[in-house]
């Protein structure tokens, strides 16, 4: 069965510096892979995804992810955080011959950017 | 712009009173869902749909049904609410196998039971 391990629960940084959200999956098959931010009291909304391809994604907000099929590991990194994106990030896994069942989640991680 | 939209944001109900959530998607998926999320514990799926009048249990079924009459709708039904069911409920439709997409999110009901 898959499953999605963010090893992170809460990440504090401070204002312009990098930051890195881990995420580690597991599957036996090929998957598709996802990045979600979810700001208070909203819906979650899609930051970036990997569907197959150059396995550095870039998504909106200046956030990218790098798939590594070895580590099985989709981490999301921002060279230079702002305030705004003080938000809980969720990674998301789906079977790449089952792709139109449910996304698998982890369990979140909390992203607190302070000044 | 595509949209999944849901009919409460915020709901109260009294332990006991049957609860109806409701969301719509204009985008002509053919999977729909309900989630419940919980501070700790993520996303946790209630049950979804992957075409009209089909269901199929998620993780977490116990104590919601779900209708689906139509493609772009989907219910969620708390037939006898209770107070461990205040959560935030999340809907979210997907394309079929293929599109490889995305699940689309609604706003979400943050729904409380006294």
């Known amino acids: 069965a898959q499953s999605v391990t963010q090893l992170d629960s809460q990440v504090p940084v401070f204002e312009e510096a990098p930051v890195e959200l881990r995420c580690n999956y597991s599957s036996s098959v090929s998957v598709y892979l996802f990045w979600y931010v979810q700001y208070p009291n909203q819906g979650l909304q899609l930051l970036l995804k990997y569907l197959s391809g150059s396995t550095l994604v870039k998504g909106i907000n200046g956030f990218e992810a790098e798939f590594n099929k070895s580590q099985t590991s989709f981490h999301l990194r921002k060279p230079s955080v702002h305030i705004s994106d003080t938000a809980e990030y969720f990674c998301a896994v789906s079977d790449h011959h089952q792709a139109g069942t449910a996304l698998i989640f982890g369990k979140g991680t909390t992203l607190s950017v302070s000044s | 712009d595509v949209k999944v939209t849901q009919s409460s944001r915020y709901l109260v109900k009294r332990t006991g009173e049957k609860v109806f959530l409701e969301c719509v998607q204009d985008?002509?998926?053919?999977?729909m869902f309900w989630y419940r999320q919980d501070p700790g514990l993520g996303l946790r799926l209630i049950y979804f749909s992957y075409d009209v009048k089909m269901k199929e249990k998620g993780d977490i079924p116990e104590g919601y049904s779900v209708s689906r009459e139509k493609k772009e709708r989907f219910s969620l039904i708390l037939e006898s609410a209770s107070t461990n069911q205040t959560s935030m409920y999340l809907c979210?439709?997907?394309?079929?196998?293929?599109?490889?997409?995305?699940?689309?999110f609604g706003p979400g009901t943050r729904l409380t039971v006294l």
């Open positions: 985008m002509d998926h053919e999977n």
């Open positions: 979210a439709s997907r394309g079929s196998a293929g599109t490889g997409g995305e699940q689309f």
